[in-house]
Nanobody
């Protein structure tokens, strides 16, 4: 399975961006997909996840501003980011957590897309 992230860029504070993560290849079962981010000098942190059942989870820092969604037909997960702040500047990575077969867990990461928010 490969994940292709896109949609990053430079935006002013208060602006919006939408990230996309397109999945290719086959997998037995997906438990959840999500977005993580890593700012310079900091550890990678969870931004938002969405389970196969549609349950969502957000970091406190993005609640009310970011929305994760998916289009199963397009095998794509989105992250709509509104009211962006300079603190949101980071490389954003998409993640897939699931099973490659009924017994073996599987995890995949996309290549990352840079989001830069200017003040």
């Amino acid at each position: 399975v490969q994940l292709q992230a896109s949609g990053g860029g430079l935006v002013q504070a208060g602006g919006s961006l939408r990230l996309s993560c397109a999945r290719s290849g086959t997998i037995f079962k997906i438990d959840a997909m999500g977005w993580y981010r890593q700012a310079p000098g900091k550890q990678r942190e969870l931004v938002a996840t969405i389970t196969s059942g549609g349950d969502t989870n957000y970091a406190d820092s993005v609640k009310g501003r970011f929305t994760i969604s998916r289009d199963n037909a397009k095998k794509t997960v989105y992250l709509q980011m509104n009211s962006l702040k300079p603190a949101d500047t980071a490389v954003y990575y998409c993640n897939l957590d699931g099973y490659r077969d009924p017994w073996a867990r599987y995890e995949s990461w996309g290549q990352g897309t840079l989001v830069t928010v200017s003040s």
